[in-house]
């Protein structure tokens, strides 16, 4: 619906044209200049409101959620809910990861950048969701249950509709330019190489060096003064 109306209020050479701002000449073209110049700044403003709300709750919990499986650097910090029955600890994380994305680039191309750069890790991420589902589906051991189901259809568009959108990037664009003075691969290229850090430091820390060091992690459950229960991963050497 939303690409649909797009493609109706807006000429093909505008759309090819505009980038990031489809919404103006949309705008502009239905309503009218005085109308759209007026109500524009304000559906932007909100829409923006909306969103960053939306991601200031969810990405400290998600970071939270996390720090409570015992998978994160300094994860007894990053559970806390004290003082403010919040995770606070992960909102200042988020914060402060927030603010560099702001100042650190230069003025210029940044915008487009920072919105590629974070665009591409949620296709990727959901794509990688979406192929665990499907294994918990298809592997009859893991007793997988859910009050819904997805038709199967709908499941392999999605799965290829953002494996499209994973490779696409990578296609040579005419004259090999992109919409930018940046290189077209830049943006998922260092996607790409933040999300691999995070493969390093799991494959290191579970995997690599209990292996050297001889010793493996064993997963118990420990419960937090509010009843609340958090794994934690105990060393234990192969002769206990």
Excluded at 39 to 49: C, F, G, T, W
Excluded at 53 to 73: C, W, Y
Excluded at 164 to 179: A, D, E, Q, T, Y
């Amino acid at each position: 619906m939303n690409c649909s109306s797009k493609f109706a209020g807006v000429p093909k050479n505008t759309f090819k044209a505009a980038k990031v701002t489809v919404a103006a000449s949309l705008v502009e073209n239905v309503f009218g200049k005085s109308a759209g110049a007026k109500a524009l700044p304000i559906l932007v403003a909100l829409s923006a409101l909306g969103h960053l709300l939306g991601v200031a709750f969810t990405v400290p919990r998600i970071l939270q959620e996390l720090a409570k499986d015992g998978v994160l650097p300094f994860s007894n910090t990053f559970m806390e809910n004290r003082p403010f029955k919040t995770p606070i600890y992960a909102l200042i994380l988020h914060l402060g990861v927030t603010i560099l994305f702001i100042c650190a680039p230069p003025a210029g191309d940044a915008f487009t950048f920072i919105v590629s750069l974070s665009s591409y890790p949620t296709t990727v991420l959901l794509t990688a969701i979406t192929v665990g589902l499907v294994k918990l589906r298809l592997t009859k051991g893991e007793d997988f249950q859910s009050p819904f189901r997805s038709p199967w259809v709908i499941i392999w568009v999605y799965l290829i509709g953002n494996i499209f959108l994973i490779v696409m990037p990578f296609v040579r664009p005419p004259n090999g330019k992109g919409s930018t003075s940046l290189p077209y691969w830049l943006s998922s290229v260092v996607t790409l190489a933040i999300l691999s850090l995070g493969i390093i430091y799991y494959a290191g820390r579970f995997v690599v060096i209990p292996r050297v060091l001889g010793y493996r992690h064993e997963k118990i459950q420990v419960e937090l003064s509010d009843g609340s229960k958090v794994t934690r991963f105990r060393r234990v050497n192969p002769k206990e």
